[in-house]
C-alpha cells in the first residue's frame, strides 16, 4: 500500500529518477571526471573485467546488504532506481554527442552536478523507498549525524577505492563529491513529502477524532485505584 497522495508521490519519484538519470548522463557527456561511485564503477571494470554498468549493479546489491543493520527496508523506489536510472543514461548517451569546447563541458559538469542534488531530493522525498546508496545514506544519518556529513564521507570513500582500482577521476569528481552532500542536505527536506498522521479516517491527513470521554474516565471520578484516597461524602459519619 502506498500512502497518499499515491499519485503525487508516483509522480515525484520517477520524475527525481529520471532526472538523476539525465544529471548522471550529463557528467558523463562532459568528460571532466565521474561521480565517485561510476569512478568505482569504473575501477573495478578495469581491474577485474565485466562492464561498469554491471559493476553499478553488483554494488548497489552488495550496498543493499548493509541496509541489514541500518534497518532499512526497501521500496518501490529502491528497484525503480536500478532500472529507471540506467535507462535514462543509455538514451541520454545514445542522442546526445559529447562536446568539445570546454565552456559547455563546464557547463554540463556544475549542471550535472545540481541537478542530481535536486533528483536526489525528489525522489528520496518522495518516501517509496530511497536507492541502495541514498538508503545507506538516510539508514546512517537517523542514528544522530548530518546528512551532508554522512553523504561526503560515503561519496569521499567511493571515490578513493575506485581511485585506486584505476578509476577516471578529475576536476568534476572533486566537485561532484564536495557539493552533493550540501545540495543533498538541502533538498531532502525540502522536497519531502509529509506522511498522513496515523488514525486518520480514509487515510487522510485530518487529525483522528478524539476518544470519547467515559464516565470512568472523567476528571474527578474516582477509579478502582483511587478507592482509598477518596474523599467520603458528607453525613456518612453521622450514618455510623
Do not use: C
Given at each position: 500500500?502506498?500512502?497518499?497522495?499515491?499519485?503525487?508521490?508516483?509522480?515525484?519519484?520517477?520524475?527525481?529518477?529520471?532526472?538523476?538519470?539525465?544529471?548522471?548522463?550529463?557528467?558523463?557527456l562532459?568528460?571532466?571526471?565521474?561521480?565517485?561511485?561510476?569512478?568505482?564503477?569504473?575501477?573495478?571494470?578495469?581491474?577485474?573485467?565485466?562492464g561498469v554498468?554491471?559493476?553499478?549493479?553488483?554494488?548497489?546489491?552488495?550496498?543493499?546488504?548493509?541496509?541489514?543493520?541500518?534497518?532499512?527496508r526497501?521500496?518501490?523506489?529502491?528497484?525503480s532506481?536500478?532500472?529507471?536510472?540506467?535507462?535514462?543514461?543509455?538514451?541520454?548517451?545514445?542522442?546526445?554527442?559529447?562536446?568539445?569546447?570546454?565552456a559547455?563541458?563546464?557547463?554540463l559538469?556544475?549542471?550535472?552536478?545540481?541537478?542530481?542534488?535536486?533528483?536526489?531530493?525528489?525522489?528520496?522525498?518522495?518516501?517509496?523507498?530511497?536507492?541502495?546508496?541514498?538508503?545507506?545514506?538516510?539508514?546512517w544519518?537517523?542514528?544522530?549525524?548530518s546528512?551532508?556529513?554522512?553523504?561526503?564521507?560515503?561519496?569521499?570513500?567511493?571515490?578513493?577505492?575506485?581511485?585506486?582500482?584505476?578509476?577516471?577521476?578529475?576536476?568534476?569528481?572533486?566537485?561532484?563529491?564536495?557539493?552533493i552532500?550540501?545540495?543533498?542536505?538541502?533538498?531532502?527536506?525540502?522536497?519531502?513529502?509529509?506522511?498522513?498522521?496515523?488514525?486518520?479516517?480514509?487515510g487522510?491527513?485530518?487529525?483522528?477524532?478524539p476518544?470519547p470521554?467515559?464516565?470512568?474516565?472523567?476528571?474527578?471520578?474516582?477509579?478502582r485505584?483511587?478507592?482509598?484516597?477518596?474523599?467520603?461524602?458528607?453525613?456518612?459519619?453521622?450514618?455510623?
Amino acid at each position: 500500500m502506498l500512502p497518499p497522495p499515491r499519485l503525487r508521490r508516483l509522480s515525484q519519484l520517477f520524475l527525481g529518477l529520471g532526472l538523476y538519470g539525465v544529471s548522471s548522463s550529463l557528467l558523463l557527456l562532459a568528460g571532466l571526471g565521474l561521480d565517485p561511485w561510476d569512478v568505482l564503477h569504473q575501477g573495478l571494470s578495469r581491474r577485474i573485467g565485466l562492464g561498469v554498468g554491471t559493476w553499478a549493479i553488483i554494488a548497489g546489491a552488495v550496498v543493499l546488504l548493509l541496509w541489514i543493520p541500518l534497518r532499512q527496508r526497501p521500496g518501490i523506489g529502491t528497484l525503480s532506481n536500478v532500472l529507471v536510472v540506467g535507462a535514462v543514461i543509455d538514451l541520454m548517451l545514445a542522442l546526445v554527442s559529447p562536446p568539445h569546447a570546454l565552456a559547455a563541458r563546464i557547463v554540463l559538469l556544475l549542471g550535472g552536478v545540481l541537478l542530481n542534488g535536486i533528483a536526489t531530493g525528489a525522489y528520496i522525498g518522495a518516501g517509496l523507498g530511497p536507492g541502495p546508496r541514498d538508503g545507506l545514506m538516510t539508514g546512517w544519518a537517523r542514528r544522530g549525524h548530518s546528512i551532508w556529513l554522512v553523504r561526503t564521507t560515503i561519496e569521499v570513500s567511493a571515490f578513493a577505492v575506485g581511485w585506486a582500482l584505476g578509476g577516471n577521476v578529475g576536476v568534476g569528481t572533486i566537485v561532484y563529491a564536495a557539493s552533493i552532500g550540501p545540495l543533498a542536505h538541502f533538498f531532502i527536506p525540502l522536497l519531502a513529502i509529509p506522511l498522513p498522521r496515523t488514525g486518520a479516517r480514509g487515510g487522510d491527513d485530518s487529525p483522528a477524532a478524539p476518544t470519547p470521554l467515559t464516565p470512568a474516565a472523567a476528571p474527578g471520578t474516582p477509579g478502582r485505584a483511587s478507592g482509598r484516597t477518596s474523599r467520603r461524602p458528607r453525613g456518612a459519619w453521622r450514618r455510623r
